[in-house]
């Protein structure tokens, strides 16, 4: 599966931004998709990950109550909606996929990867 992310940007704090993955291949609905991100000098951060079939959804404590996370199988594409923005959210988000036969859902063994997507996020 190639994946390739969108909708990064620069927002205030307290904001909102939209980003989208979409993917191409064949068999999306087999794949966990997941959101990281990662600043200049630091390690790539998990941010959220949603099942195969929509059942189950991860968050980092970061995150918790701000990001939301969907998907739609159809189309194809994830998406992360980001709202009450602070500075330290700024960083190149990436999309990533990780085939699988269970519901499981994981935030590590992603192994197929989009380029990021640049957030920054003004005080």
């Known amino acids: 599966v190639q994946l390739q992310a969108s909708g990064g940007g620069l927002a205030q704090a307290g904001g909102s931004l939209r980003l989208s993955c979409a993917a191409s291949?064949?068999?999306?609905?087999?794949?966990?998709v997941a959101w990281f991100r990662q600043t200049p000098g630091r390690e790539r951060e998990f941010v959220a990950a949603?099942?195969?079939?929509?059942?189950?959804?991860d968050y980092a404590d970061s995150v918790k109550g701000r990001f939301t996370i969907s998907r739609d199988n159809v189309k194809e594409t994830s998406d992360l909606v980001m709202n009450s923005l602070k500075p330290e959210d700024s960083a190149t988000y990436y999309c990533?996929?990780?085939?699988?036969?269970?519901?499981?859902?994981?935030?590590?063994?992603?192994?197929?990867w989009g380029k990021g997507t640049l957030v920054t996020v003004s005080s």
């Open positions: 990533a996929a990780h085939y699988v036969t269970t519901y499981a859902l994981t935030r590590d063994r992603y192994d197929y």
């Open positions: 291949g064949r068999y999306f609905t087999m794949y966990n």
């Open positions: 949603i099942n195969r079939n929509r059942s189950a959804k």
